[in-house]
T-cell receptor, first 116, second 112 residues
């Protein structure tokens, strides 16, 4: 399977714990995005990487959130001191930098986080 | 700030009927996307629309774009149960970042 993969698929944690999610984009896709989707809503943009550089972060990404893409391949999203409001589906998407005509983003299966 | 609105939010249809989902957005954009999401699943890309008057069709679904009106439509022809899902439109925003701003989605339920 050469699509976007995410791990774990489900995570249940207690409030105050730290969690880390991983995203493996489609090979050779330079662009990588993280989105968050809560129940009954559309996904909301969190952050964007072009290769290893984090070029944009949403205001939704509080200080408790950090994302990395150390070698321009896989990415991690860490949430520290989780809160119940962090419960959501975290989606990763990737797209190629060239050609840029469509800039189509391909989404992974998501990680569903439940904070108790 | 770009806002994307979809209507209706919920659509219950009978098999064989036609209907249209509307997507309005508030700021000029280069690209508009339609995605499908099944319950508990991720997003599947359906269409990418680039220019004014663009129309794309795949099976029973047809998408169009009117950039002057800032309106896109997703038309469903002769609905079948397999089309039951949530449909999202998304608008590209932020220049080189090309982040997507999503609508709230339309939950489509096709009844036999």
């Amino acid at each position: 399977d050469t699509g976007v993969s995410q791990n774990p698929r489900h995570k249940i944690t207690k409030r105050g714990q730290n969690v880390t999610f991983r995203c493996d984009p489609i090979s050779e896709h330079n662009r990588l995005y993280w989105y968050r989707q809560t129940l009954g809503q559309g996904p909301e943009f969190l952050t964007y990487f072009q290769n290893e550089a984090q070029l944009e972060k949403s205001r939704l990404l509080s200080d408790r959130f950090s994302a990395e893409r150390p070698k321009g391949s896989f990415s991690t999203l860490e949430i520290q001191r989780t809160e119940q409001g962090d419960s959501a589906m975290y989606l990763c998407a990737s797209s190629p930098l060239r050609p840029a005509l469509y800039n189509e983003q391909f989404f992974g299966p998501g990680t569903r986080l439940t904070v108790l | 700030e770009l806002k994307v609105e979809q209507n209706p939010l919920f659509l219950s249809m009978q098999e064989g009927k036609n209907y249209t989902i509307y997507c309005n957005y508030s700021t000029t954009s280069d690209r508009l996307y339609w995605y499908r999401q099944d319950p508990g699943k991720s997003l599947e890309s359906l269409f990418v629309l680039l220019s004014n008057g663009a129309v794309k069709q795949e099976g029973r679904l047809m998408a169009s774009l009117d950039t002057k009106a800032r309106l896109s439509t997703l038309h469903i022809t002769a609905a079948v149960h397999d089309l039951s899902a949530t449909y999202f439109c998304a608008v590209a925003y932020g220049g080189a970042t090309n982040k997507l701003i999503f609508g709230t989605g339309t939950l489509l339920a096709v009844q036999p």
